[in-house]
C-alpha cells in the first residue's frame, strides 16, 4: 500500500510515560509516584487549611471522574477544569481564590508531569528518515496542549510534524472520528492516503479504522487481539519495525 502521510499518537508511541521519574510521596504509610506532593505544595499557600490526605483523596477524585466523563462520549476534560474539579471538591470557587491559585496549580502539575515523559533514542533517526519520504502528523487524547508541543519541542522534534492535534484543543478524544478528520483536514489528504500508528487497539486502531484510514498497532507485549475486534492493517512490538514496512530501512 502507499501513502502519503504518516500519523502518530503521542504517548507510548511517539514518547513514553516513566512513572519512576515520577517524586516519591508516601501516603497512609505506602509510598508513591506522583506529582501529588508538589501540587499540594504549590496549593497550600493559597489554601492553608487543607491537609495532604484531604487534598489527595480530592485529587483521586478528580481523575476518576474526568475519566467517566470522558468515557460516556469521548469528550475531554482538559487539564484546567479537571483541576478546578479538585479546587470545588476541596471546598473552594475557583473563580474567588487569588488569581495565581489556578495557573500556579496548572503549571506545577505540568512541569512535573512532563519531568517523567521520556523520548527513546531510537525514534529520533527514524522520524527524520520517514519526513523526508511521508508528511507526518500527531493526533493525541492529552489534557493540556501546552506540555504536548513542550515535550515535542523540548525533543527537538516538533518542526517534522506538519500538524499536531490534541485532544484539549479539538474537545474530542480519540476515536472520536472527528479528531481524525480534523488531522486529515488540515492535510488536506484523503482517509486512504494515510497510516495510523498508535498503541491502543481500542482507541488508535479502530478510531483510525472508523474514517477508513490504514493502522499499525504498537503491541509491545504481544496481547492478544480482543475478541470481535477488526485487526490492524501491521502490528509491531517497537517503533522501529515502522521503518522496513514503510521502506525506511
Not at 479504522?209 to 501491521?234: C, F, H, K, R
Amino acid at each position: 500500500m502507499s501513502y502519503r502521510a504518516v500519523l502518530f499518537d503521542l504517548f507510548d508511541t511517539l514518547v513514553a510515560f516513566d512513572r519512576t521519574r515520577l517524586p516519591e510521596l508516601t501516603i497512609k504509610g505506602k509510598v508513591v509516584r506522583s506529582t501529588a506532593g508538589q501540587l499540594y505544595e504549590a496549593f497550600h499557600p493559597f489554601a492553608p487549611g487543607i491537609d495532604l490526605g484531604e487534598f489527595v483523596d480530592g485529587l483521586m477524585w478528580s481523575w476518576q471522574e474526568a475519566e467517566r466523563l470522558r468515557n460516556e462520549d469521548y469528550r475531554e476534560v482538559a487539564a484546567p477544569e479537571r483541576l478546578a474539579m479538585l479546587v470545588r471538591r476541596l471546598g473552594f470557587d475557583p473563580s474567588k481564590l487569588d488569581a495565581d491559585a489556578m495557573p500556579t496549580l496548572l503549571a506545577t502539575h505540568m512541569r512535573e508531569l512532563s519531568k517523567a515523559i521520556v523520548f527513546p533514542p531510537h525514534h529520533g533517526p527514524l522520524l527524520r528518515s520517514l519526513q523526508s519520504r511521508y508528511r507526518l502528523a500527531v493526533v493525541s487524547n492529552f489534557d493540556y496542549t501546552p506540555t504536548a508541543m513542550r515535550v515535542l519541542e523540548r525533543e527537538g522534534i516538533a518542526g517534522l510534524f506538519e500538524t499536531i492535534v490534541v485532544s484539549d484543543e479539538v474537545g474530542w478524544r480519540k476515536p472520536k472520528p472527528f479528531i481524525f478528520e480534523l488531522a486529515l483536514g488540515r492535510l488536506g489528504l484523503d482517509a486512504a492516503d494515510a497510516l495510523f500508528v498508535g498503541d491502543r487497539i481500542d482507541i488508535d486502531v479502530a478510531g483510525a479504522q472508523g474514517v477508513g484510514m490504514a493502522s499499525a498497532w504498537i503491541n509491545p507485549e504481544g496481547t492478544p487481539l480482543p475478541p470481535d475486534v477488526q485487526p490492524p492493517d501491521y502490528e509491531i512490538r517497537d517503533l522501529a519495525e515502522l521503518g522496513p514496512i514503510l521502506g525506511i530501512s
